[in-house]
Structures are given as C-alpha cells and as structure tokens.
C-alpha cells in the first residue's frame, strides 16, 4: 500500500535552514506522472501549497516562497527533500508530502501523516 | 496565482441534514477542482476530484459539481464523522492554490 511519512526537525531557529524529508513506499517516483508535493499548515490556519517534484525531475514552487525553497529527490531510497532557508516564526507549521498521479486531473491522494515544526530562538 | 474563494467559512448543521459548500475561482480553471475533507490533528483526506468524480472509498453521500469558476461540494445527509474542515483546491495551473477552508460544526 501507499505510504508517506516526513521527517525533520521540530524546532528551529530563526534565520537557520529547515530540511525535511519525505520517505515513502507503494508507488515510484520514476513513474511517468507521478509527482511528491510539499504542503504546510500553520496551526489554524488554511493548507499552503510548497512545491513539487515530478517523475522527470521538474520542479515547481510557491511563487511566495521559491527563492526559499529547493525540492529534489533520490528515486534510489524513494525520498523526497526540501529545504528552506532562513525560517522565520511565520513559518511554524505543519509540513505534510503528498502524492499525486496527475497534476491536472487527480487530487494530492495519499498524504503523509504532518510533522509540525516550530519556528522560535 | 488562482485565488480560490469558499463560502460559507463556518456552518452551523444537524446530523441528517442536506449541507452545501461553495467554491469560487478567480478565474476559468475548467473542472480541475478537487474537495478535501479535514479533521482535527489529521491530514487532509481527498474526497471528490476534477470537479464531480468520487474517489474510491468515499461515501455516495458526497457529491460535487460546477465548472468554470464556481462548484459545489454537497453532503445529502450530515452523518455525525462529517464534522469537519473542508477545502477545495484547484489543479488547472500551477502552483496549485487552497480556499480558505469552512468548518462544519454541530
């Protein structure tokens, strides 16, 4: 079946560089359409598209956020990164991947269960 | 970036009720529309894609429609494991953009 799971650091400090990493099972990335996002949710707050990486290695990013932000992967252990730099206490969140089979015609179906990282010095 | 708007942001239903949730686009993004179903301290749960298309596992009682700029996500009978937080998002260009969200509450 279908797994993700994130994994990182809880907390950072301010200024410092967040890297999360996405580790999943049941699919590959070397899949033609397949592709892993990256989506935050500050506490109360409304879900916030990151980025994306495709199955040909294309890359996407939030157009707020894409001088922050680099995705790759390593088909080899089924992971997905992403770093972004110089966090702020704005960005405390919950950082979930998400796959999806279509960008355009299928929803972000399999998701991975969050991990909240908090922003504070 | 395509704003997505929902309406209305929170709602008040009973159990057996008829609930419908509206979704705005800011502009023409076709039926590339997906509906999530959110519960507290859970990750989101995909519940209806390109506008009207039920994904596997999902109850009939959820249903969507429109086209264009504004769709519909609609609960024919409030059950009470549907108390939640409901976003629409659209996937018709990148990036893909949220609304805001609408909580239904009992």
């Known amino acids: 079946q279908v797994t993700l799971r994130e994994s990182g650091p809880a907390l950072v400090k301010p200024t410092q560089t967040l890297t999360l990493t996405c580790t999943f099972s049941?699919?590959?990335?070397?899949?033609?359409?397949?592709?892993v996002n990256w989506i935050r949710q500050p506490p109360g707050k409304a879900l916030e598209w990151l980025a994306r990486i495709d199955w040909d290695d294309d890359k996407y990013y939030s157009t707020s956020l894409k001088t922050r932000l680099i995705i790759s992967k390593d088909t080899s252990k089924n992971q997905v990164v992403l770093t972004m730099t110089n966090m702020d206490p704005v960005d405390t969140a919950t950082y979930y991947c998400?796959?999806?089979?279509?960008?355009?015609?299928?929803?972000?179906?399999?998701w991975g269960q969050g991990t909240l990282v908090t922003v504070s010095s | 970036d395509i704003q997505m708007t929902q309406s209305p942001s929170s709602l008040s239903a009973s159990a057996g009720d008829r609930v419908t949730i509206t979704c705005r686009a800011s502009q023409s993004i076709s039926r590339y529309l997906n509906w999530y179903q959110q519960k507290p301290g859970k990750a989101p749960k995909l519940l209806i894609y390109a506008a009207s298309s039920l994904q596997s596992g999902v109850p009939s009682r959820f249903s969507g429609s429109g086209s264009g700029t504004d769709f519909t996500l609609t609960i024919s009978s409030l059950q009470p494991e549907d108390f939640a937080t409901y976003y629409c998002?659209?996937?018709?260009?990148?990036?893909?953009?949220f609304g805001q969200g609408t909580k239904v509450e009992i």
């Open positions: 049941g699919f590959s990335l070397t899949t033609s359409g397949m592709c």
């Open positions: 998400a796959r999806i089979t279509n960008p355009q015609s299928s929803g972000f179906d399999y």
């Open positions: 998002q659209q996937s018709y260009s990148a990036p893909p953009t």
